[in-house]
């Protein structure tokens, strides 16, 4: 979509997408190598009794969800920002996460270009708020 075809309160409803065990694992191994995303026994111990998957690994999961609505599409200039980045509940293993995409912020730039942000609001399969972020991006006209 162009910056102009923008609307405060759009709202948008992405797939689903399953985390397994061997997801989480493999994230963490890379990106986040924490005891509870790796050691299935120490994190049994832990405060959650499972495995949870990095909370860096639930943020791209939610990028990725939205990018693939395919909104943006081709008028995507650049990401500006992401701000108020919320963890608020652990994602386990086997998990099935969706996210809820609304327009909360259009600033029009010059050229008729302008910053479009969203917040992002991603759901377990018990529709329990997992995560949230306002993403902002640049979008053409």
Do not use: C
């Amino acid at each position: 979509m162009r910056f102009s075809e923008y609307v405060i309160g759009q709202r948008y409803e992405t797939t689903s997408l399953a985390l397994s065990k061997r997801d989480i694992i493999e994230f963490a191994t890379i990106y986040d190598p924490q005891y509870m995303h790796l050691d299935e026994e120490k994190a049994i111990q832990g405060r959650f009794g499972s495995l949870i998957a990095s909370g860096m690994q639930t943020m791209n999961i939610s990028f990725k969800l939205w990018i693939e609505v395919g909104v943006y599409g081709e008028h995507v200039v650049a990401g500006t920002g992401m701000n108020n980045i919320q963890f608020l509940k652990p994602v386990f293993p086997d998990d099935e996460l969706h996210v809820i995409a609304e327009v909360i912020g259009l600033t029009p730039r010059r050229k008729g270009n302008g910053i479009v942000t969203v917040l992002l609001s991603t759901f377990n399969q018990k529709n329990q708020k997992v995560f949230q972020a306002e993403l902002s991006a640049l979008i053409d006209n």
